[in-house]
C-alpha cells in the first residue's frame, strides 16, 4: 500500500498571502496524484489531477506541481474561501487507492 | 449535469449490514469511460477508499474492508449500492459516492480522480 503523507498538518496563513502544502508517496505514483478541497460540513471537492492540471471551473490561483514522490500544491494568494482542509490522493496503485491526512489551512 | 445522491439508514447496529445506494442522474452508469466509487469519512478524520466498481461489474476493494465489503451496480435503475456487514462503531462515517474519470494501464481501464461527488450521508453504527 501506498502511504501518502501531507505536511504540514495545519498552515496558518493571512488573506493574500501564499500558502504552499505537500504530498510525499512512499513509492513513486509517477504523476498520477490529485489534489481535492474540502470544507466543513461537505464533500471534497476536485481541484487538481495528474498532479498539475486545474479541474474545470477551479481559479488560476491553485496550481500544482511534482511527480514520483514529491507533490505541491500552491495557492498564490489565499481568498476568504480557500480556508479549508486540502488532501492529496494517489491513483497510480491501486487496490487501495490512498489519501493523505489533510493539511488544514486556517486564518493566520 | 451529472448528479450522484446517497441514501440509505442513518442508523444501524452492531454487526449488522450497512446498505446504501447512489443514484446517478443527469448521465448514464454505464459509461465506459468511469468509475463510481464508495468513500468514507469518520467523525473529525480523513478520507478513506472504501471501493470502486466498473458499469461492466468489475470491482476492486480496499484490502483492509475486503472481506466485509460488496459492492454492485443497477444499470437499469442508474444506480450503485455498497454493502458493509458485521459494522461496528469504528464504521460511523459519512459515507461519499464518486465518479472517478478512466484511464487504460496495459489494457486495462483504472479509475483516476474522483471528480463528481454526493453530498454524503452520516451512518451511525450504535445500539
Known amino acids: 500500500e501506498i502511504v501518502m503523507t501531507q505536511s504540514p498538518a495545519t498552515l496558518s496563513v493571512s488573506p493574500g498571502e501564499r500558502a504552499t502544502l505537500s504530498c510525499r508517496a512512499s513509492q513513486s505514483v509517477s504523476s498520477n496524484l490529485a489534489w481535492y478541497q474540502q470544507k466543513p460540513g461537505q464533500a471534497p471537492r476536485l481541484l487538481i489531477y495528474g498532479a498539475s492540471t486545474r479541474a474545470t471551473g477551479i481559479p488560476a490561483r491553485f496550481s500544482g506541481s511534482g511527480s514520483g514522490t514529491e507533490f505541491t500544491l500552491t495557492i498564490s494568494s489565499l481568498q476568504s474561501e480557500d480556508f479549508a482542509v486540502y488532501y492529496c490522493?494517489?491513483?497510480?496503485?491501486?487496490?487501495?487507492?490512498?489519501f493523505g491526512q489533510g493539511t488544514k489551512v486556517e486564518i493566520k | 449535469q451529472l448528479q450522484l445522491q446517497e441514501s440509505g439508514p442513518g442508523l444501524v447496529k452492531p454487526s449488522e449490514t450497512l446498505s446504501l445506494t447512489c443514484t446517478v442522474s443527469?448521465?448514464?452508469?454505464?459509461?465506459?469511460?468511469?468509475?463510481w466509487g464508495w468513500i468514507r469519512q469518520p467523525p473529525g478524520k480523513g478520507l478513506e477508499w472504501i471501493g470502486s466498481?466498473?458499469?461492466?461489474?468489475?470491482?476492486y476493494y480496499n484490502p483492509s474492508l475486503k472481506s466485509r465489503v460488496t459492492i454492485s451496480v443497477d444499470t437499469s435503475k442508474n444506480q450503485f449500492s455498497l454493502k458493509l456487514s458485521s459494522v461496528t462503531a469504528a464504521d460511523t462515517a459519512v459515507y461519499y459516492c464518486a465518479r472517478a474519470d478512466v484511464m487504460i494501464v496495459v489494457v486495462i481501464p483504472t479509475p483516476t480522480a474522483f471528480d463528481i461527488w454526493g453530498q454524503g450521508t452520516m451512518v451511525t453504527v450504535s445500539s
Open positions: 443527469g448521465g448514464s452508469i454505464s459509461s465506459s469511460s468511469y468509475y
Open positions: 490522493q494517489q491513483y497510480n496503485n491501486w487496490p487501495p487507492r490512498t
Open positions: 466498481i466498473y458499469y461492466s461489474g468489475s470491482t
